[in-house]
Structures are given as structure tokens and as C-alpha cells.
């Protein structure tokens, strides 16, 4: 079974590695992460609870709403079972479809909420994200709507998405806020470099690495650039275009080659390095096959050597490109 940690001070106790559900739906006409089925889907979520990992994350973007209803049908009969992060604040309307707005409003907290509680076949969620900030909304306002949903019992603890130093402190002086959820890999060490992780320390705060793959890079099925699906929203992303994606490739190997000599994967060793730092990734998959791969890499031991020859090839400050297309590096950090 997995080792369990406590993601902040504020009482939450999940698995050192938990299971991002995006990818286990498409989202609009695109395949975020390549075609989606949910038999499998479901097979997966099921056997990661097999395994010991049943802290799950979701979000009402993913779909949009798709990825709820899934998740609700995969742990029907065993919600108690399971931990269960959803976020909100990319705006659904009643149509179910994003307006393209950012929505952190109480009216639209209350709303978002009630949607995702039917939407999860629950009476509440064990922890809710602002998926990102509304420049808007002062963040005092979101959080106090959050802290009410925990005050009725339909939230268990709150955090925050993709946020800085000085919002996550207005946050959690508000409320406490038990999670931060930054992408955080080797090959993207942003939420390290800005001083946030030393913010988190500090306020004793959990920090949930999305990504810790580096969406998807650092598992080496892509070659060259045009080996990714047109579908696929890698396609748009500098780390994949160009001279870039070579240059991660150079990077690639050489991690490639800690790997092998200490008889891992690549993902393996990458998923046991955010560990090892003392956070809780949450790699995503839809195949069993991966699942088993990753829950594997919970028991890893990193040496204090293993780190430091890791960060010595990627350093914090490497250049491996921007992790999102221009608009969403406008959403990130605030």
C-alpha cells in the first residue's frame, strides 16, 4: 500500500501520490491528452484504488463537467472511500459550455458548487480548488464564499490553483487554505524559483504537483513535435515546438540515463524526485498499465546524491519553454 503524508497542517491525510483525472475525457472536440474511453478510464481509477490510491482530481473545466460524471460513476457505492479534489472558476454556463471568463464571485462560488456536488453524485468534496484567480473578485471574497461551503459541510478544506506568494497569504489569513496546486516537474521548477514553495513552508500549506511529467514529456513518446496528435493541445505549447523540444529531448536523455541505472523509467524516477521533495504529485493517466507504473514510484528511495545530479542536468533555472500557450502565462502566478 501507499504511504500516506499530511497535505498541510489543517488535517488532510492522502497518499504520497494521488491520480489527475483530466485526460480521462475530451475536452470540447479536442483529446487533451490523446482519445479517451472511459472503460478504461474507469478500469484505471479502480485498480489505483486496488493499489492504494483513491485521491482523485478533478475539475468542472475538464469536459466541461464530463470529468465529474465520470468520476461519479467510477466510485458509486464507495464515495466514502475515496478523496476527492475538484476545482472551480473557469466560468460553465447553464449550456455547459465555458464563457471564456474566469469567475471567483460568491454568487458564482455558490453555483459552481452545488453543480459539482451533483455532478459527483455527493454531499461534499474533500477538497476544492479556485482553479484560477479572478482578477475581478478580491480574493478575500472568494475565499470567505469557500470557507462557508466548509462551515455547511459541503467542502472539507479549500486551496487555491496557480497563484502567488501574496494572494495565497491574503487567502489563508481568510481561511485556512490546506493546498496549493502548481504544475511542478523537473522540467518546470516555476512555483520553486518565484519563492511560493518557502511561502507554503512557512503557512503550512500542502503543495499538489500537476504535471509532475511534465505533461507527458519526460514518458518519451514523442520524438519530434509532429509525432503529437493535431488534436492534442501539446501541439500549442512552446516546451513541444521547435529547437525547444529538442533541447528537452538532450535533457531527456540524459535523465534518461539515471533511470536505467537505477533500474526505473523515466516517469518513475521523475514522479519519486517530487516526492522526494516532499510533495504530492498527482500524474495523470487513463490506462491501468501507467497507473501501476506510477503508484510503483511512491516506493522509490532518492538519495540526497539522486537530487542533486537530477537538478545538476535540469537545473531551477534551465529554459525548457513556457508550459502554456501566452494567455494561460497570464493566468499563472497572480
Not at 25 to 51: C, M, P, V, W
Not at 243 to 249: A, R, T, V
Request: aromatic share 8%; with cysteine.
Amino acid at each position: 500500500m501507499i504511504k500516506q503524508v499530511k497535505l498541510g497542517s489543517q488535517g488532510l491525510t492522502v497518499p504520497t501520490i494521488g491520480l489527475g483525472c483530466m485526460g480521462m475525457t475530451t475536452f470540447g472536440q479536442n483529446d487533451t491528452y490523446g482519445k479517451a474511453d472511459e472503460k478504461e478510464s474507469i478500469a484505471t481509477i479502480h485498480r489505483s484504488f486496488e493499489l492504494g490510491g483513491n485521491f482523485l482530481d478533478t475539475a468542472d473545466l475538464y469536459g466541461p463537467l464530463k470529468n465529474e460524471r465520470l468520476i461519479a460513476k467510477a466510485i458509486q457505492g464507495n464515495r466514502d472511500k475515496y478523496i476527492i479534489a475538484s476545482k472551480f472558476g473557469y466560468e460553465v454556463d447553464d449550456q455547459e459550455q465555458l464563457t471564456g471568463a474566469i469567475n471567483g464571485s460568491k454568487n458564482y462560488v455558490k453555483k459552481a458548487v452545488e453543480r459539482s456536488l451533483k455532478n459527483l453524485n455527493t454531499d461534499y468534496i474533500d477538497l476544492y480548488y479556485l482553479h484560477r484567480l479572478d482578477t475581478n473578485t478580491p480574493i478575500e471574497e472568494t475565499v470567505a464564499a469557500m470557507a462557508e461551503l466548509v462551515t455547511e459541510g459541503k467542502v472539507r478544506y479549500i486551496g487555491l490553483s496557480e497563484v502567488g506568494s501574496n494572494t495565497i497569504r491574503k487567502a489563508h489569513a481568510i481561511h485556512p487554505l490546506t493546498a496549493i496546486q502548481t504544475e511542478y516537474s523537473l522540467f518546470e521548477r516555476e512555483v520553486e524559483r518565484l519563492g511560493i514553495l518557502n511561502t507554503l513552508n512557512e503557512l503550512g500549506i500542502g503543495f499538489v504537483a500537476y504535471s509532475p511529467l511534465g505533461r507527458g514529456f519526460v514518458s518519451g513518446d514523442f520524438k519530434k513535435p509532429e509525432d503529437i496528435p493535431e488534436t492534442d493541445f501539446r501541439r500549442y505549447l512552446p516546451r513541444f515546438q521547435g529547437e525547444q523540444f529538442y533541447k528537452n529531448i538532450d535533457l531527456l536523455a540524459k535523465i534518461e540515463a539515471v533511470a536505467k541505472a537505477k533500474q526505473v523509467t523515466t516517469s518513475q524516477l521523475t514522479i519519486a524526485w517530487v516526492i522526494a521533495k516532499g510533495y504530492v504529485p498527482i500524474p495523470g493517466t487513463k490506462r491501468v498499465k501507467y497507473i501501476e507504473q506510477n503508484i510503483a514510484a511512491a516506493n522509490i528511495t532518492l538519495t540526497a546524491e539522486d537530487l542533486s545530479l537530477l537538478e545538476s542536468i535540469i537545473p531551477i533555472d534551465a529554459e525548457t519553454g513556457a508550459r502554456m500557450h501566452e494567455q494561460g502565462m497570464q493566468q499563472v502566478n497572480l
